[in-house]
C-alpha cells in the first residue's frame, strides 16, 4: 500500500503543477511520477520472487517429508501471501533509491500545493 501512496501523491503533484506556468517542475513531477511507479514495480516483483521461491521450497520438503497429496494439493491451491519476512528480498540500494524517489514527490506534492493554492 505504501507503495501507491507515493505513486498516487506524485500523480497528484503533476496534476496540480499543470498549467502553472513552471514547466522544468512539472517535467521534473512527471519523471518522478514514473520513477516512482517504477521503482514500486521493480520492489513488489522482489518480494513476489521471494514468495513464489519460498512456497515452492515448502511444497518441496512437503514431499520430502513423505506428505499425502491431498495435503500438498491443500497447501498448494492456497492464496499466497506475502509476509513482512518477504520485504527483505529487496536490495537495500533499490530501496533506497525508492526512498528518495518517494519523498521527492511528497516534496514536489507540498511546492505543488503551495505554487496552486497559497501562492
Same mark, same amino acid.
Given at each position: 500500500?505504501?507503495?501507491?501512496?507515493?505513486?498516487?501523491?506524485?500523480?497528484?503533484?503533476?496534476?496540480?503543477?499543470?498549467?502553472?506556468?513552471?514547466?522544468?517542475?512539472?517535467?521534473?513531477?512527471?519523471?518522478?511520477?514514473?520513477?516512482?511507479?517504477?521503482?514500486?514495480?521493480? =520492489?513488489?516483483?522482489?518480494?513476489?520472487?521471494?514468495?513464489?521461491?519460498?512456497?515452492?521450497?515448502?511444497?518441496?520438503? =512437503?514431499?520430502?517429508?513423505?506428505?499425502?497429496?491431498?495435503?500438498?494439493?491443500?497447501?498448494?491451491?492456497?492464496?499466497?501471501?506475502?509476509?513482512?519476512?518477504?520485504?527483505?528480498?529487496?536490495?537495500?540500494?533499490?530501496?533506497?533509491?525508492? =526512498?528518495?524517489?518517494?519523498?521527492?514527490?511528497?516534496?514536489?506534492?507540498?511546492?505543488?500545493?503551495?505554487?496552486?493554492?497559497?501562492?
Amino acid at each position: 500500500m505504501g507503495g501507491w501512496i507515493s505513486v498516487i501523491a506524485s500523480l497528484i503533484a503533476t496534476i496540480l503543477l499543470y498549467g502553472t506556468g513552471y514547466l522544468y517542475l512539472f517535467i521534473f513531477a512527471i519523471l518522478i511520477t514514473i520513477a516512482c511507479f517504477w521503482a514500486f514495480g521493480i =520492489m513488489h516483483n522482489y518480494a513476489t520472487s521471494s514468495v513464489k521461491s519460498r512456497h515452492e521450497r515448502i511444497l518441496e520438503n =512437503m514431499q520430502l517429508e513423505g506428505r499425502s497429496e491431498e495435503e500438498i494439493t491443500a497447501f498448494d491451491s492456497r492464496i499466497i501471501s506475502p509476509s513482512p519476512h518477504d520485504v527483505n528480498a529487496v536490495p537495500d540500494n533499490l530501496a533506497f533509491i525508492n =526512498m528518495i524517489i518517494s519523498i521527492t514527490g511528497y516534496v514536489l506534492l507540498l511546492i505543488a500545493i503551495y505554487l496552486k493554492y497559497i501562492r
